[in-house]
């Protein structure tokens, strides 16, 4: 039926940036990211390598510059994908994480007995730790 038509349909292209969670920018040797939005879900692929942290502080990672900000709803949801992070001291499964009014991704470290963490810029290997992540998050 026509209430049902698809009639947002969006592809593009966007620019990785990795920083601390003070806004401090690191410097990359590469940084792209794709995406796909229909309606108000979007996908994203993205990849940044050899990521310089110097400069940074020892916070949470992030990625932004995303293409969407998260939208926001009642209570905290997170939207998550899959990640790989090169170089990295966290031995523990990751996931990257888009919380809800967000447009940044930080990466979940699933630690045992249930104490979970994000990565912080420490965890990464200045100049050679690269990040690979695929999220689906819902828009704004």
Same mark, same amino acid.
């Given at each position: 039926?026509? %209430? =049902?038509?698809? *009639?947002?349909?969006?592809?593009?292209? /966007?620019t990785?940036?990795v920083?601390?969670? @003070?806004? =401090?920018?690191?410097?990359?040797?590469?940084a792209y990211?794709?995406?796909?939005?229909?309606? +108000?879900?979007?996908t994203l692929?993205?990849?940044a390598?050899?990521? *310089?942290?110097t !400069?940074?502080?020892?916070?949470?990672? +992030? #990625?932004?510059?995303l293409?969407?900000?998260? %939208? =926001? #709803?009642?209570?905290t949801i997170?939207?998550?994908?899959?990640? %790989?992070?090169? =170089?990295?001291?966290s031995t523990?499964?990751? @996931?990257?994480?888009?919380i *809800?009014?967000?447009?940044?991704i930080? /990466?979940? $470290?699933? #630690?045992?007995?249930?104490?979970?963490?994000?990565?912080? #810029?420490? $965890?990464?290997?200045? !100049?050679?730790?690269?990040? /690979?992540?695929?999220?689906?998050?819902?828009?704004?």
């Amino acid at each position: 039926a026509e %209430a =049902n038509a698809l *009639d947002d349909y969006e592809e593009g292209t /966007f620019t990785p940036s990795v920083e601390d969670s @003070s806004s =401090n920018v690191a410097t990359v040797s590469s940084a792209y990211g794709y995406y796909i939005k229909i309606g +108000r879900t979007c996908t994203l692929w993205l990849n940044a390598s050899n990521i *310089d942290t110097t !400069g940074l502080a020892s916070n949470d990672l +992030r #990625v932004t510059n995303l293409p969407f900000t998260a %939208a =926001n #709803v009642t209570g905290t949801i997170y939207m998550m994908g899959s990640c %790989a992070i090169t =170089n990295c001291s966290s031995t523990n499964d990751l @996931s990257p994480v888009i919380i *809800d009014n967000n447009a940044h991704i930080r /990466f979940l $470290e699933r #630690v045992p007995n249930n104490v979970n963490d994000f990565i912080l #810029v420490s $965890e990464i290997t200045s !100049g050679t730790s690269s990040i /690979f992540a695929t999220v689906t998050y819902y828009t704004a």
